[in-house]
C-alpha cells in the first residue's frame, strides 16, 4: 500500500499535468458568471468535465447542483468536497456579464477549479485503491444569499424551501450520507496569507419589510396621508438606537436597504419596501438582535400610525470548524506554502451556508489568497490563479488523503469525536422555526 | 335719566381723575410679582382695594382668587364679570423680576389688576351704578400662565385644587355659575400702529408630564445589559417632527417641550429621562386628536428600545371664542374713545398661537378677550415691558367700564340681548367631562 505522501505525490503530479486545464475551467466560469439557482451554464460546464472525466453524476439538484461520488476500495466515512457555482451581481466589476450585472466578486469560480482538479487527482485507480469510504464531489449553487424577491418567487412556485444553495440540498437529504465535509475559499486580506486557516463566521437570517402607509396628495392634503417613509427611516433610526446594546463579542451586523422609498415625489409615499439581514456570532446574538429589530421596525410604524409587514426568512447558520479536520488540513497547507505563509483568522462577520453544513457534520471552511480586492466589491479579482486554484486544489486533495487513508482511520476519529451542534432533523425545524411573517398595525 | 353716552363720559372722567392711583396698583403688582396660587399679595391688595371702595368679595377662591359683587341700582339683570388676572411668569433676568424667586411680569398682567379696579372705580360711582342693572361682579383670578406644573401638581395631590388653571377651577368651584358675560383685556407688544386689537382666537392644549424608564447599565462595561431611556425619548421626539407635515395648517398645531431630565451620570446608561411637553391646536378636537398622536409617538419611543414610558396628561386651556356681538360693543367703544384707525379687528380664525384659560370660559359664555397696546418686547421674555401705561391700562379700563354700560344700562337689555343669542359650545357639565377625559395615565411598555 503506498503511503500517504507518495499518494499525495501522485495527485499532485496529475493537478500541476493540468494545471492550465483546470486554470481555464474558473476563467471560463469568470467569464460566463450566472448568480445562485441561475448556474445554468456553469453547471453544465461542471457535469461536461465530470463526463469527460467518466464520472457518474447527479445534476438538477437544489436546480442547478451537481453531486458526483468516487467510490473509494475500503468502506469508510464520506468526505465532500464542495465547490460554490454562483457569482454575485456587482455592475462595475470588470467581469460582469454587461447585460445582468452577474460577476464573480467572490472568487467562486476558483472553487469550481479546485473541484474538479480535485476530481482529477483523485479519481485516478491508484488513488482510489487506497482511500476508504468516499469522495462527494458537490457542486452547490446559490452561496451568495442575494435575489431575495427571485428566490422568494422560487420557493412561492414549490422549486426551493430554502434560499441558499447547501440549505436547500441539506433539506433534499443530499448530506444525509455525508460524514465531513471541507472547501476552500479565496481571500483577498493579506493577513490571511496564501493559505488561511478559519474560526468562525457570522450566522443570519434575512428579512423583507414593508411599510404600508395611506397615499395622499403631498402638497394638497398631507393630513390624509400616512407617510410609510417616515415610518422606514424612523425604524432606521431606532436601529441605531440599540446598536449599543451590541455586545462586541457578539459581532452584531444589521445593515438594511432601501428597495422601494415610494411611488413619486407629489404623494405621501404608502409603500415602503426594505431588506436587511441581521448576523451575529451565535444563533442567540442573533435572536436577540432580531428581537431588536422588529421592535424597532414597529415602532416606526407606530410613530407614525402606519403597518408594517415583517417576513424574516432563515439565512445562514453561524460557521463552527473542526479543529480536528484542521489538524489534517493545517500541516498539508504548511508543506504547500511553507509555515510564514500559513494563515488564521478567528472570527470573520460574513455568512456562508458552510455554517449550516458545519451545525450538522464536521466541517473546515478554510481560506486560500490569490485575491485582490474588496470582497462583494468592483474590486475583488484573482490575480493568482496559481495559488486560488492549483495550489488550494492539492490542499484539499491531500486532506482527503489524509482523511481517507489509512483505512479511514483519521476521517473516522473526526467523525467519532465530533459532537454535532444538531441534528439534520433538528436543523429543519430550527430553520422553519425561523420563517415569520408579522402584521402590526399602529392604529 | 342720562343716556349711555353721558354715563360712559362719567365713568371715563372718573378713571382720569385717578389715573395716577390707577398706575400704581399695576405699578404695584409689577414690582410684587407672583405666579400663579402663590398671588398672596397681589390677592391681598386686591381685597384692601374693594374694601376701600365697599365692595363685598370672597377671597381665597382656588387660593388667592377674590370676587366682588356689585349690584347695579337697576335691579335684576345680566351678570358681568371684569377679569384681572393676578399671576407673574418666571423670568429670570426681566428687570421687575423678583430677585429671589425669579417672578416677572413679562406678560403684562399687573395692568390687568390696574385696570380691572380701574373699570370698577369708575362703575361704582353712584351716578353711573346707579342707572345700571344686574350685577358687576369684578373678579381677580389666579394663575392663568400654565406653568410650575411639578408644584401645581402637588396641589392637586393636597386636593387644593383639580385643574391647574386658575380660570378652569373657578368654573369647577361653580364660581362662573352666577356670571353671564365676561370680559378682560391683555396688554400686547407686537401691534404696530394700533392700539387696541379684537377677535382672533387661540390655542388649545393638553399638557404632558412624560418619563422613559429604561435599565441602568454601565454605559461603558456593559451597555448590553441596559436600556436606554434617553434614546427612546430621543426617538419619540423625531416621530413627533415626522408627523408634523399631517398638521393641518388651519389648525395651529403647536407641539413643544423641553427634556426635564436626561440621565443620572454621564458614564452610565440613562434610565430615567423625563420630558415636560405641550400640545397645542386650534380646535377642542384637535387637541385630542393630535395628543394621541404624540402619545403614540412616545409609545413608539419606548417600543424602539425596549423601555417603558409613562405619561401623565394633564388638562389644558380651550381656543378662544370671541362673542361677536359682545366683541362689535368693544369695537365701537374702542372706536368712539381712541379712533377707528387705531383699532384692530382680526378674523375669528386668527389664531395667535398661545393659549389662555378665557378660552375655558369662552366656551361657556359670551367672553371678549382683545388687546391693549403699551408693552414692548416679545411676550414671555425679559424684554417684555409695559412703557406706557395710559395706553396699558387706563385706555382698557375705559373700554371695559364703557362696554360694561352698554350691557348693564336702559334695564341690561343689550347684555340680554347677547345672553339669549350666545350659543355655548359646551355647557359646564360637558367642558367637566372633556377636561377630566384629558386627565390621563397612560404607561405603556415597549418590552
Not at chain 1, 478554510?366 to 474588496?374: N, R, T
Not at chain 2, 351704578?129 to 392637586?156: H, M, N, T
Amino acid at each position: 500500500m503506498p503511503s500517504s505522501d507518495e499518494l499525495k505525490r501522485i495527485a499532485f503530479e496529475e493537478i500541476d499535468s493540468r494545471a492550465d486545464e483546470i486554470i481555464n475551467i474558473s476563467k471560463t466560469i469568470l467569464n460566463n458568471p450566472e448568480p445562485g439557482f441561475r448556474e445554468i451554464n456553469t453547471a453544465k460546464l461542471v457535469s461536461e468535465k465530470l463526463g469527460n472525466l467518466g464520472i457518474p453524476f447527479r445534476a438538477g439538484l437544489a436546480i442547478t447542483g451537481i453531486r458526483a461520488d468516487l467510490l473509494c476500495g475500503n468502506p469508510g466515512p464520506t468526505m465532500a468536497i464542495l465547490g460554490e457555482l454562483d457569482s454575485l451581481i456587482v455592475n462595475e466589476h470588470p467581469f460582469a456579464n454587461p447585460s445582468t450585472g452577474a460577476a464573480h466578486a467572490c472568487g467562486h469560480h476558483c472553487q469550481i477549479g479546485m473541484l474538479l482538479g480535485a476530481a482529477m487527482a483523485l479519481n485516478q485507480p491508484k488513488i482510489l485503491e487506497s482511500l476508504s469510504g468516499r469522495i462527494a464531489l458537490i457542486a452547490v449553487p446559490a452561496e451568495e444569499y442575494i435575489e431575495i424577491e427571485y428566490r422568494d418567487e422560487l420557493r412561492k412556485q414549490g422549486q426551493l424551501e430554502f434560499l441558499g444553495g447547501k440549505p436547500e440540498l441539506i433539506k433534499l437529504g443530499e448530506f444525509d450520507d455525508v460524514d465531513l465535509a471541507m472547501m476552500v475559499h479565496t481571500t483577498s486580506t493579506p493577513e490571511e496569507k496564501q493559505l488561511c486557516v478559519s474560526g468562525t463566521n457570522n450566522g443570519t437570517v434575512a428579512k423583507k419589510i414593508q411599510f404600508i402607509g395611506k397615499g395622499s396628495h403631498a402638497g394638497g392634503s398631507p393630513h390624509l396621508g400616512i407617510n410609510a417613509l417616515n415610518a422606514a427611516t424612523l425604524a432606521l433610526s431606532a436601529i441605531h438606537f440599540n446598536r449599543e446594546t451590541f455586545k462586541d463579542a457578539d459581532t452584531v451586523r444589521v445593515h438594511p436597504i432601501i428597495t422601494k422609498g415610494g411611488e413619486a415625489v407629489s404623494a405621501v409615499p404608502a409603500d415602503v419596501r426594505m431588506e436587511t439581514f441581521v448576523r451575529g456570532k451565535t444563533l442567540e446574538a442573533i435572536m436577540d438582535a432580531n428581537v431588536k429589530v422588529d421592535r424597532a421596525l414597529r415602532a416606526g410604524a407606530m410613530a407614525v400610525g402606519a403597518s408594517v409587514k415583517i417576513e424574516t426568512i432563515p439565512g445562514y447558520m453561524p460557521l463552527s470548524q473542526d479543529k480536528n479536520l484542521y489538524e489534517l488540513f493545517t500541516p498539508n497547507a504548511v508543506d504547500l506554502v511553507g509555515q510564514e505563509n500559513v494563515g488564521s483568522v478567528a472570527h470573520r462577520t460574513g455568512s456562508t451556508d458552510m455554517g449550516d453544513v458545519s451545525q450538522i457534520m464536521p466541517a473546515i471552511h478554510p481560506y486560500v489568497g490569490g485575491a485582490v480586492g474588496l470582497g462583494h466589491g468592483a474590486t475583488y479579482v484573482v490575480e493568482d490563479y496559481q495559488l486560488s486554484v492549483i495550489t488550494a486544489a492539492k490542499s484539499i486533495v491531500a486532506t482527503v488523503i489524509d482523511a481517507l487513508g489509512d483505512g479511514g482511520a483519521k476521517g473516522g476519529k473526526i467523525v467519532a469525536e465530533h459532537r454535532p451542534e444538531m441534528t439534520r432533523h433538528e436543523y429543519l425545524s430550527l430553520m422553519r422555526s425561523l420563517a415569520k411573517e408579522d402584521m402590526f398595525e399602529a392604529n | 335719566m342720562p343716556d349711555k353716552n353721558e354715563l360712559k363720559k362719567q365713568a371715563c372722567a372718573t378713571i382720569d381723575a385717578h389715573k395716577d392711583e390707577i398706575i400704581g396698583i399695576a405699578k404695584e403688582v409689577l414690582n410684587n410679582p407672583e405666579p400663579g396660587f402663590s398671588e398672596i399679595k397681589t390677592s391681598r391688595l386686591v381685597q384692601s382695594k374693594f374694601d376701600q371702595l365697599g365692595i363685598t368679595h370672597k377671597d381665597g377662591l382656588a387660593i388667592t382668587g377674590v370676587k366682588g359683587r356689585i349690584p347695579g341700582g337697576g335691579g335684576d339683570g345680566p351678570r358681568v364679570a371684569i377679569i384681572g388676572e393676578l399671576d407673574s411668569l418666571i423670568v429670570d433676568q426681566h428687570p421687575h423680576a423678583d430677585p429671589e424667586t425669579r417672578a416677572a411680569h413679562a406678560c403684562g398682567h399687573h395692568c390687568q389688576i390696574g385696570m380691572m379696579l380701574g373699570s370698577t372705580l369708575a362703575l361704582t360711582q353712584e351716578s353711573v351704578l346707579s342707572q345700571l342693572s344686574g350685577e358687576i361682579v369684578p373678579f381677580a383670578v389666579p394663575a392663568e400662565e400654565f406653568i410650575e406644573v411639578g408644584k401645581r401638581l402637588e396641589l392637586r395631590d393636597q386636593n387644593k385644587l383639580e385643574f391647574l388653571g386658575g380660570k378652569q377651577e373657578l368654573i369647577k368651584l361653580g364660581e362662573f355659575d352666577d356670571v353671564d358675560i365676561s370680559v378682560m383685556c391683555h396688554t400686547a407688544s407686537d401691534m404696530g400702529d394700533r392700539t387696541f386689537a379684537l377677535g382672533g382666537t387661540s390655542n388649545g392644549h393638553v399638557v404632558k408630564y412624560v418619563k422613559f424608564i429604561g435599565r441602568g447599565a454601565h454605559a461603558g462595561s456593559a451597555p448590553h445589559l441596559g436600556i436606554n431611556a434617553l434614546n427612546a425619548a430621543t426617538f419619540a421626539l423625531q416621530a413627533i417632527n415626522s408627523n408634523r407635515e399631517t398638521f393641518k395648517d388651519d389648525e395651529t398645531v403647536r407641539i413643544h417641550g423641553i427634556m426635564s431630565k436626561g440621565g443620572e451620570a454621564v458614564n452610565a446608561v440613562p434610565a430615567d429621562v423625563r420630558l415636560e411637553w405641550r400640545v397645542r391646536s386650534g380646535t377642542p378636537k384637535a387637541v385630542v386628536a393630535n395628543s394621541a398622536v404624540v402619545d403614540r409617538c412616545f409609545k413608539a419611543g419606548a417600543l424602539a428600545v425596549g423601555a417603558t414610558v409613562n405619561i401623565t396628561n394633564i388638562p389644558g386651556y380651550l381656543p378662544m371664542r370671541n362673542d361677536s356681538r359682545l366683541q362689535e360693543l368693544f369695537q365701537q367703544n374702542a372706536s368712539q374713545l381712541i379712533g377707528e384707525s387705531k383699532v384692530l379687528v382680526m378674523p375669528p380664525r386668527r389664531n395667535r398661537g398661545g393659549s389662555t384659560d378665557m378660552g375655558d370660559l369662552s366656551q361657556l359664555m359670551p367672553v371678549c378677550h382683545p388687546y391693549t397696546s403699551g408693552a414692548v418686547g416679545a411676550g414671555h421674555s425679559k424684554d417684555y415691558v409695559v412703557t406706557d401705561y395710559e395706553s396699558a391700562v387706563i385706555t382698557p379700563a375705559k373700554i371695559m367700564a364703557m362696554v360694561v354700560v352698554d350691557l348693564l344700562a336702559d334695564g341690561g337689555v343689550k347684555g340680554q340681548e347677547i345672553m339669549s343669542e350666545h350659543r355655548p359650545a359646551m355647557k359646564k357639565p360637558y367642558y367637566l367631562q372633556f377636561q377630566r377625559e384629558r386627565a390621563e395615565v397612560i404607561e405603556y411598555s415597549g418590552a
